[in-house]
């Protein structure tokens, strides 16, 4: 069984600080990885996707992918109030197919 | 440039019945995928469809079908509806490389 495993959290930052997000995932075939962001109640929006690994910055956010270590980060830097959200972390596998595997996705509170 | 459009937002069923979910996807997008998100399971995969054809399936009963338009529309639907049936259903559509835009989805509760 193809998984992906997020913790939980919450992960509680002070408004300013580094909130970091991690994602590990079980099957070396996997080729795209994805991170949403989910308000409660609205459904989940595009933060940025990587493929190869190193960093890709896209303003405040960077995403790492370590393949060897079946690991990838969310770091978000200068955390706001309005970052505060559920981070969900999702797996493409290869072959001619769309599907993603989700992880549960952390709990991001970030404090005034 | 309009995003995927779910209908109906909110839908109330009763045990036993079926019902249908539509999702237009982003224009020049041929690839729909639909998800199940309950707070016990999160975001599962329910199947995807790509030039009318369902390409992928996850794993859930024989109750959930969809399909696909020509003009990439998707439906799907959900026969003899079960309690646990009650969730947000999130339809997503991809150009084919890249980001999947999510739609707002449809929450279903099953009475």
């Known amino acids: 069984q193809k998984e992906v495993e997020q913790n939980s959290g919450p992960l509680s930052v002070p408004e300013g600080a580094i909130a970091s997000l991690n994602c590990t995932y079980s099957?070396?075939?996997?080729?795209?990885f994805f991170w949403y962001r989910q308000y409660s109640g609205k459904s989940p929006e595009l933060i940025m996707f990587i493929y190869s690994n190193g960093d890709k910055e896209d303003g405040r956010f960077t995403a790492q992918l370590n393949k060897a270590s079946q690991y990838v980060s969310l770091l978000i830097r200068d955390s706001q109030p309005s970052d505060s959200a559920t981070y969900l972390c999702?797996?493409?596998?290869?072959?001619?197919?769309?599907?993603?595997?989700f992880g549960t996705g952390t709990l991001l509170a970030v404090q005034p | 440039k309009a995003g995927v459009t779910q209908t109906p937002r909110y839908l109330i069923k009763t045990r036993g019945q079926q019902v249908t979910l539509s999702c237009s996807p982003i224009?020049?997008?041929?690839?729909v995928s639909w998800y199940q998100q309950t707070p016990g399971q999160g975001l599962q995969f329910l199947f995807e469809y790509f030039s009318e054809t369902q390409r992928n399936k996850g794993n859930f009963p024989g109750r959930f079908s969809g399909r696909q338009f020509s003009n990439s529309r998707s439906e799907m639907n959900v026969s003899t509806l079960e309690l646990g049936d009650s969730a947000l259903y999130l339809c997503a559509s991809s150009p084919g490389q890249g980001g999947y835009t999510f739609g707002s989805g449809t929450r279903l509760t099953v009475v």
């Open positions: 224009s020049g997008h041929r690839s």
């Open positions: 099957d070396r075939g996997s080729q795209s």
């Open positions: 999702a797996v493409k596998y290869g072959g001619a197919t769309n599907k993603l595997i």
